[in-house]
C-alpha cells in the first residue's frame, strides 16, 4: 500500500514526529508495516494477549477499553487520526491490560517493534531520532496515566469535571474547546453515571462556571474551577 498520502499525518505523531518524506521512505522500506482495515466494532487489540508490534491510525477513529471486575468495560482513551497504541506494551512481555475497538471504519499501520529496537544501518540518523521520539512518547504516556490516576481518585464528581475541564483547556490554550468524547464516553473516563454527569454540567451552567454545546464546553470562571479543585 502506498503510505505516501499519509506522510503529513505521520509527522505529526510523537513517534515520527518532523521527519521529512526521504526519512519516512527510508524507515518504511526497511520496516515493511503491517496495514489493516477495521470495519465499526472490530477489535484491533484483545485484553490478554500479547503485542510486538506499535499501532498507528490512519483513519477513523478507536477507543482503549478496560474491563472492570463486574464485567463491564471502561473508556481509558479515545484516539483519532495519528493517534499511537501498543508502544507501551509491546516493549514488554506482559500481556495488554486494555481491548482498543474501532469506533468507526479504521485503517491502522503496525511498526515491528524489534526492529524499532535494533536499529538498521541503512536508517542512519533516522532511526536514532525514531529510538528519541519513542522515548519521548512513552514518558508523555506516563505523566498522561498520572494525570489520569490524580483524576480518578478526587472523591467529588465536580472536582472530577474541573480538574478535566482546565487540563482540556490547557491543551487547546484556550477556554473554548472541542472534545472527541460523547457523554456517555466522558462519563466513563470519569468513572461515574451519565445522568449524574449531565445534572452536575447543568448546575455548573447555571452557576455561571461554563457552557456547553455538543461536544464544546466554554469555560466562563476558570479561578472558581481551580478552587472548586481545592475543596
Known sequence: MDLRPYYPLLRQTSLLRLMRDDEL??????????????????????????????????????????????????????????????????GSSEKSPVSVMAQTESLAMYLPYEKIIHPCAKLHETHLQLLQNLVLTISNKYFALDRRVELLICKSLRTRICLWLLEQAAEAGQATFAVPLTRAGLAEYLNCDRSALSRELGRMQREGLIETFRGSFKILDTERLRRACQE
Open 25 to 90: 521512505d527510508r524507515m518504511l522500506t526497511c520496516f515493511a508495516p503491517r496495514v489493516r482495515r477495521y470495519q465499526k466494532g472490530e477489535l484491533l487489540l484483545l485484553a490478554g494477549y500479547e503485542t510486538k508490534e506499535v499501532g498507528i491510525l490512519l483513519e477513523g477513529k478507536i477507543t482503549a477499553l478496560k474491563n472492570t471486575p463486574d464485567g463491564a468495560s471502561v473508556a481509558i482513551t479515545e484516539m483519532g487520526p495519528g493517534g499511537l497504541f501498543g508502544d507501551v506494551l509491546s
